[in-house]
């Protein structure tokens, strides 16, 4: 099973230094045969959150509208987190995050049983986009993810699994919806919500 080392930061500078975080690169497409769109993954904490940030290059940017963040999110490029305390996925959470900060978060329980109602309390993020480039930032304190069960007190380890939904306009004017991810499940079809998906989190000096 795949690993990551969460650094943590320090707590004494406003700004976070992510030249400490370690940087995850090895995303693929696994269910085509093509070159990854580059992606860069990055976690950190502090005394008091999780820290996360995604940055991706995009020559071809999908955003959808909708009347909804929901909506906008299901049609758009995005990156996602999903967080668990266990590989029976009976809860984990998701994070799915567009390059404008639109955000579905979600309960779910394996397979597919969401709770659409759930938020995730206390997320934060930033988002910006600059040419064919875009950036998520986010955190999430430390006491949502220890209610959640997420973090033990008695561990320093959860499993998460880290994605990008990489969109394209096609010449008919149709959208090809690009599925990547830090781990192949080894599914026939596209799908993150299974364990097989999941890497294991660890905090280090927690």
Do not use: N
């Not at 590989?87 to 969401?114: C, I, N, Q, T, W």
């Amino acid at each position: 099973m795949k690993r990551y080392l969460v650094h943590r930061a320090s707590d004494s500078t406003p700004e976070l230094d992510w030249s400490v975080a370690e940087t995850l690169t090895d995303f693929t497409f696994p269910w085509e045969d093509r070159e990854p769109s580059p992606t860069e993954f990055r976690a950190l904490w502090t005394e008091k959150a999780l820290h996360f940030r995604f940055d991706c290059v995009d020559d071809d940017l999908v955003l959808a509208e909708g009347k909804d963040d929901a909506e906008k999110v299901i049609g758009s490029d995005r990156v996602e987190l999903f967080l668990a305390p266990d590989l029976d996925l009976k809860p984990y959470h998701g994070l799915e995050m567009d390059p404008r900060g639109a955000v579905l978060d979600y309960a779910a329980r394996y397979h597919r049983e969401f709770d659409w109602d759930w938020q995730c309390d206390g997320l934060s993020l930033q988002t910006g986009i600059d040419g064919d480039r875009y950036h998520v930032i986010g955190s999430i304190p430390l006491s949502t993810l220890l209610s959640l069960g997420v973090l033990r007190p008695d561990s320093r380890e959860f499993f998460a699994g880290v994605y990008r939904a990489e969109f394209s306009h096609r010449p008919d004017g149709e959208i090809h919806q690009g599925w990547m991810a830090w781990i192949d499940p080894k599914t026939e079809k596209p799908d993150f919500h299974v364990p097989a998906s999941f890497g294991v989190f660890e905090m280090a000096g927690f």
